[in-house]
């Protein structure tokens, strides 16, 4: 497995970590539809919490939520549509970003609460 797959998967797992943590219910982990995924379908009260997780293990190239572009925002979009529908979600629906930073021994996590918007009820 490459470092960059490999580094991905440890920011998930720290983002799952903190998501039980902080309350939230963990429905899945990368699921897919199609050429779509949602790294984390969780539930928070009575939302449902689309979460895209991006992990890096410095900032000088740049935020990992600036990594979250309009497009991959309508593909996030398109996968929860997909998601609600196929399991008859009736939940207000949110889409949160997760930023992981894995430098060294050191990890910080910065959760984005309603990081974008798209109309889904």
């Given at each position: 497995m490459s470092k960059?797959?490999?580094?991905?998967?440890r920011g998930e797992l720290l983002a799952i970590?903190?998501?039980?943590?902080?309350?939230?219910?963990?429905?899945?982990?990368?699921?897919r539809t199609d050429h779509k995924e949602v790294d984390i379908i969780a539930q928070d009260n009575n939302e449902i919490v689309?979460?895209?997780v991006k992990t890096r293990t410095n900032?000088?190239?740049?935020s990992p939520v600036d990594a979250v572009n309009v497009q991959?925002?309508?593909l996030l979009i398109d996968a929860a549509e997909d998601y609600?529908?196929?399991n008859n979600i009736d939940l207000e629906a949110r889409f949160d970003i997760i930023s992981v930073i894995i430098d060294g021994n050191k990890q910080s996590i910065n959760?984005?609460?309603?990081?974008?918007?798209?109309?889904?009820?």
């Open positions: 960059h797959i490999e580094l991905g998967k970590e903190y998501l039980k943590a902080n309350g939230y219910k963990i429905l899945e982990t990368n699921w689309f979460i895209e900032i000088y190239s740049g991959k925002q309508k609600i529908i196929l959760h984005i609460k309603e990081a974008f918007y798209s109309g889904i009820n």
